[in-house]
């Protein structure tokens, strides 16, 4: 027994699992046509359903003080918006002869990108940390992100247009489909909000399966427009490696800052809201930005680095919320055990 609970450790769980095989159904089998149009909206009703069990399980001075971590928020568009392009400029030397001129840019555009919303209030939710702020800075990095990033994409990336007009549909989408449904949870809260604090497992697994129909659905995008034919193993691999490497960097100094001023639940917050760029965003505002023949291979970073944030993150999330199990059992543990332990 003892050996099977060594081994589980190293084992991934269900959760990670299920983020595999998401991408390699979607590698073998994607989704695209008639079909993909209705998945969009089933991946969407169980977004907005995430959102309205989140607002239905809120209490209002739990929102109030999310919305007033001023420090918090901060810090997420300070990583956000200028340590990723930081990031991104310095290692010009370095990448310049390594990737193609339209793949840098690529690499830049993504460095400019507003944060993701669902899933980093869905995996916030998961590593059980601070959710009404994490709704708040989701939610603020995108609205911003609709006029900084084409600003500073303008700044650091030569276009061929500038406009960010086409981004609009982006700010409807986070009303419509993250705000509204938490709105209606809140209203709802008086009659449902007992059933759903006594329900978390339902929670769990509609923030899970959120998680999972997103990567199966964009990973099923990536493979409909080409993501294998179109792009030499090689040149795949290196954006790989170089996505790995900013996540990293990023994922390193959010946990540092959150670690060292924040409580651990603000921690997370600025760990998954500060490290993951938004293709939901991206995507749109490259179509405005840059010319149709160059718009693959810029988008292409995007993609990848998409993929690897959700795994990523994934994993984290899961230590978090075991992290938080090793606490509530150390707090349940008797003194007199503990210090004969």
Known sequence: ?????????????????ALIGAIILASLVPVSGTA???YGHVTTAAIALLFFLHGAKLSREAIYAGATNWRLHLCVLAATFLLFPLIGLASRPLLLDWLTPELFAGLLFLCVLPSTVQS????????????????????????????????LAGLLISTQSAAGGGSLNAVVDILL????????GQIARRWIGSWVAAHPKLVKFVDQGSIVLVVYGAFSASVVEGLWQQTPPSALLLVAVVSSVLLALVLGVTFAIGRRFFERADEIVLVFCGSKKSLASGIPIAQVLFAGGALGSVVLPLMVFHQIQLIVCAVIARRYALG??????ADATPAGAQSRS
């Open 324 to 329: 938080w199990d090793r606490l509530d059992a």
């Open 36 to 38: 993909a149009v209705v």
């Open 177 to 184: 489909h993250i705000l509204l449904p938490f709105v209606l």
């Open 120 to 151: 980093s209030i869905a995996f916030t939710s998961v590593a059980r940390g601070n959710i009404p702020a994490a709704v708040c800075s989701a939610s603020l990095s995108n609205l911003l992100g609709v006029f900084i990033t084409p600003l």
């Open 1 to 17: 027994m003892k050996r099977l609970a060594w081994l589980k450790r190293f084992l991934p769980d269900r959760f990670v699992v």
